[in-house]
């Protein structure tokens, strides 16, 4: 079985590598992944930022992104998996400074102040230098990527075939807390699956959709692991010629996903847990 933020077995990748590099060298070795990871890399920090308050010193968290030398950006207000929702569709990877309580596969280097997240780090070094990062960016690109809707739809975008379509539909699935308003409440939903075949069932019902007429660009994404209540679950983004033929096909492709794709749901609510698949 396998988690969100861990192994993937995947033929095409839709979204954005994600990992955190934590301990007293974790800025040198930043750098060094910046400089052997492919594509585009944005980097985000936890950083205390020091402000005088009265005669004393007040650290307070904050966020920064670092997308290049152009731009540059601060804020308190975000979540680290927010930051990563508004870097995965213009990124192949992010980096993630200083987060070790982050449930993401994390690269430690030098010492670490507290315990990480209950994960095993990918890979452990003394220092930047020491460190292998060939090794760890073939153990990145092995982990399950970020993705969200926008992310999907930016790609389905990028198709060769889009200067011909007038139609992109999208179907989102979520955790739902309660079917009415006296169901008890479903406080999270735990997705499990055999590595790498429901990928691979994932990616021939999207090659499949894609031979119809006029549907140019077909893309599935379930997310596994915990998934607590009000959080999305699954995404089906179709690029068409029409709107008949998206609609239709993200009717379609919802369907087999869930009759086809075996993935299997624990369902945790306030008084029980259980597998769905077993009642």
Known sequence: MTGDTY??????????HTFGIVGTDAAAACDRFVEALGGRVAVVRNRKLEEADGGRQRARPATEYDLGA?????GDGLSLREAFDRLAPDHDY???IGFP?????QVVVGDVAGELAD???????SDAASLDVTAVVAAVDDTDPHVTLESLVTRVKRSPKADRAGAIATFTGRVRAKDSADDERTELLEFETYEGVAER?????????????GVFEVAMH????VIPDGEDIVFVVVLAGHREEAFRTVEDGINRLKDEVPIFKK????????WVHER
């Open 7 to 16: 192994k993937r077995a995947r033929t095409d990748v839709h979204g954005m």
């Open 70 to 74: 152009e731009w540059r950006a601060y």
């Open 94 to 96: 992010a980096v993630a």
């Open 101 to 105: 309580q982050a449930r993401i596969p």
């Open 119 to 125: 994960e095993e780090p990918l890979a452990t070094a």
């Open 201 to 213: 069932r994932m990616r021939a019902i999207e090659d499949e959709l894609e031979a119809r007429e």
């Open 222 to 225: 379930h997310r596994t692991g």
């Open 267 to 274: 369902e945790v609510t306030e008084s029980e847990t259980f």
